[in-house]
């Protein structure tokens, strides 16, 4: 008897060590501060995952430094799954190449997931503006000196602002703020000619008439703007959009990134869930880890020549 019991429990170790996943909480660290569209997404996202998987999963904020903070954090948890990270674009394909030195290294510290949404931006301009069009802004940028506003130097605004005003043979003045508000109110006062913003942030001012969208950048008209031409309808062949992925620290078992990145691209499937990112101003994607992988690789190849001509450094 004794020995039966002892061999049953040897048959059941295995089991036992390989549970199925998740069997606890799952956190989700994030470096954008609560209430923003990121943080509101995540939450949605969190809480649908939560439901598939019969476990909480919990949203931890880490905001600061340009994403390092969450990022350390993140590389520095166990390899378990049970700790995952939303990370922005910016993190591991500006920041590597504006700073003197990272505590982590963003292509062996770092498991992609899934890539979760992109961002497009738009272009806008006070509703009173002589630029009715891009054309027209392309235009005056060469008959007299423009103004650009939008985020700070090293953001993601402010290189999509740079790569796309290369393609286009457009030269103005680019002018950081600290915030949406602050550039929307500039354009408003007559202080700028023209703002780089998200869907998101100007479709309030857009829609009341206050302010009129030039164009956008996704590849096909955004379903939050829809009387938005694309950068491509109004002549130029570029799309560049920002993106928001899902990563783990380096080392998480194959079959639970899997199931992660099964889970979240079906969530990301669903009418309703589609529909609130829309509001949010991002489109959703759902990919395999791979194509995170390769989207990260093709922008860091991108990115790491013009941070070095633009001189960016990041404090």
Sequence with gaps: MIKHIALTLALLAPLAAHAAYPDKPVKIIVSNPPGGPVDVMLRVLASKLGAAWGQPVVVENRPGASGIISTSALVKSAPDGYTLGMVVASTVTIVPFAVDSL????????QPVSLVARTPFIFIVPKDSPIKTWDDFVRESKTRNLSVGSFSIGTAFHLVWEQTARRAGIKALYVPSSSSGKTQNDLIGGQLDVGLDAPSSSKGLIDSGRL?????????????????????????????QPWIGLMAPAGV?????????KSVSE?????????????????PIGSTPDVLAATIKADRAEMAPLIKELGIKLQ
């Excluded at 505590?103 to 770092?110: I, R």
């Design 103 to 110: 505590p982590f290294d963003t292509q062996k510290d770092l």
């Design 253 to 261: 078992p194959a079959d639970r990134v899997a199931l992660i990145q």
């Design 267 to 283: 969530i990301l499937k669903e009418p309703a869930m589609r529909a609130q990112m829309e509001t949010l101003g991002m489109i």
């Design 212 to 240: 009129r969208a030039l164009a956008i950048t996704s590849p096909e008209r955004f379903g939050g703007l829809p009387d938005t031409p694309t950068l491509k309808e109004s002549g130029l062949n570029y799309a560049p």
